[in-house]
């Protein structure tokens, strides 16, 4: 069944000729990145990475390090969604507003190159999740060859493993604005606090984690495997993060939960 999967994958790539990739540096993106380069001449597909505060630096990194490593094709497109009222006020429909302007952005650049289609790395897992976002991107047309394809995220993993992809089993993600709860406008400086705090947790060895913006503080949420060990690092850990920017710091014994933190759309 999982070869016949990759098989329909294949042929639904060839099909489409040429193609611009929303590359964010995850698991699905890259396995169907590195599909695109089996499926397609060089010239007729493009990696889109787009960089902005709500994304968190560790994943641009990536992108740049395995793109280098593979020569594969990418433009990296720098946006500002901040200055977008709807995104920055940070309600229910922030995300619908941010994917719908981003995408506005990358079938631009799509066309430009003349592709005839974007794609994303959607997979059969993500139809039972609150995505606004996806909403945003079908309207606009973006294809979801995963998805369409039959391909689910366990499947996903285990073919990025078998390709030898350096990602095949890194925790999912979302952008940092998922880590405040709707309603608390989105700020520069606490997107950046964000980021600046789950990048040291990943440092002290703590993957698959969340920094959620409070009213003043911080909420951790890790594995909880690693309770322990935040236990005794407590002190280093609240003394990093108050540098950072947080007046309080709270260990969440729930540990990470998908759309924790008043705002689903964090997976």
């Given amino acids: 069944m999982l070869e016949k999967k990759l098989e329909n994958l294949m042929t639904i790539l060839k099909k489409m000729g040429s193609v611009a990739i929303c590359f964010s540096g995850g698991t699905d993106s890259t396995f169907?990145?590195?599909?695109?380069?089996?499926?397609l001449k060089a010239d007729k597909y493009l990696l889109i990475h787009v960089s902005s505060e709500m994304i968190p630096r560790v994943e641009t990194t990536f992108v740049n390090e395995w793109v280098?490593?593979?020569?594969?094709?990418?433009?990296?497109?720098?946006?500002?969604?901040?200055?977008?009222?709807?995104?920055?006020?940070?309600?229910?429909?922030?995300?619908?507003?941010?994917?719908?302007?981003?995408?506005?952005?990358?079938?631009?650049?799509?066309?430009?190159n003349g592709l005839e289609y974007v794609l994303d790395g959607t997979n059969c897992d993500d139809l039972g999740d609150y995505r606004p976002g996806m909403k945003a991107a079908n309207e606009r047309g973006v294809r979801h060859p995963l998805?369409?394809?039959?391909?689910?995220?366990?499947?996903?993993?285990?073919?990025?493993?078998?390709?030898?992809?350096?990602?095949?089993?890194?925790?999912?993600?979302?952008?940092?604005?998922?880590?405040?709860?709707y309603g608390m406008e989105l700020s520069s400086e606490r997107l950046k606090m964000v980021d600046k705090g789950e990048e040291f947790l990943r440092q002290l060895g703590y993957h698959g984690c969340r920094v959620r913006c409070l009213d003043d503080g911080a909420k951790l949420e890790?594995?909880?495997?690693?309770?322990?060990?935040a236990a005794e690092n407590a002190e280093l850990i609240v003394n990093k993060l108050v540098k950072i920017g947080f007046k309080k710091v709270f260990l969440d014994l729930q540990g990470y939960v998908r759309g924790g933190g008043q705002n689903p759309t964090d997976n």
Wanted: net charge negative.
């Fill in 32 to 39: 169907l990145s590195m599909a695109a380069s089996k499926a």
């Fill in 68 to 112: 280098e490593e593979n020569n594969f094709p990418l433009k990296i497109i720098k946006v500002d969604p901040l200055a977008n009222e709807d995104v920055a006020r940070n309600d229910i429909d922030r995300c619908y507003h941010c994917k719908k302007a981003i995408m506005d952005t990358v079938f631009a650049e799509s066309e430009k």
């Fill in 147 to 181: 998805l369409e394809a039959g391909l689910n995220k366990a499947e996903i993993r285990i073919l990025a493993d078998r390709w030898n992809l350096p990602n095949w089993n890194t925790p999912p993600s979302a952008c940092l604005a998922s880590r405040l709860p």
């Fill in 222 to 229: 890790l594995q909880p495997a690693d309770y322990v060990s």
